[in-house]
């Protein structure tokens, strides 16, 4: 919330903690923590 709009959930935390711009962000953990879940990917061969 570099600028103090909105908020984002993250699935891996950034490399630094600022924004494109260098300013300041605020990680929060979710608590209680969420088990972990699977994600697959998938598209049409059509799609390249």
Do not use: D, K, T
Request: positive net charge; contains cysteine; charged residues 20%.
């Amino acid at each position: 919330m570099a600028r103090g709009f909105g908020c984002s959930v993250l699935i891996q935390r950034p490399a630094v903690h600022r924004s494109y711009e260098g300013l300041p962000l605020v990680l929060r953990e979710i608590a209680p923590a969420e088990p972990a879940a699977n994600v697959l990917m998938m598209w049409s061969r059509e799609c390249g």
